[in-house]
Nanobody
């Protein structure tokens, strides 16, 4: 299993910005996918943004399109989530995830929890005034 360690969470006022980071213990090959999920109290875990490591295709939940950006630094082996124009409804625990299952097979729903087998411990994001 790949170890994933998130950082960068915190408290911010509405309209503010945060950048989350997820450090990986192993190299993410081009066939892998990585993603950010979030879970608010009493709600199911939902996909926020995903990134195919091959062609770097990104997908976003409708609720964050235009405000969040997912990216990856290969040299630093780190996944990022830049979050701008934050809203109170963005408050949640944010998790980094990776699909490293073998044998490889197509990821059909990049924002589905069922597509990922490696998970970080999460970092809390709180948006309030």
């Amino acid at each position: 299993l790949v170890q994933l360690v998130e950082s960068g969470g915190g408290s911010v006022e509405p309209g503010g910005s945060l950048t989350l980071a997820c450090a990986e213990s192993e190299y993410m090959y081009v066939t892998y996918w990585m993603a950010w999920f979030r879970q608010a109290p009493g709600k199911e875990r939902e996909g926020v943004a995903s990134l195919g490591m091959g062609h770097r295709e990104a997908e976003y939940a409708d609720s964050v399109k235009g405000r969040f950006t997912i990216s990856h630094d290969d040299a630093k082996m780190t996944l990022y989530l830049q979050m701008n124009s934050l809203k109170p409804e963005d408050t949640a625990m944010y998790y980094c995830a990776a699909d490293t299952r073998q044998p490889r097979r197509p990821v059909l729903e990049p924002l589905s929890v069922d597509e990922y087998n490696d998970w970080g411990q999460g970092t809390q994001v709180t948006v309030s005034s």
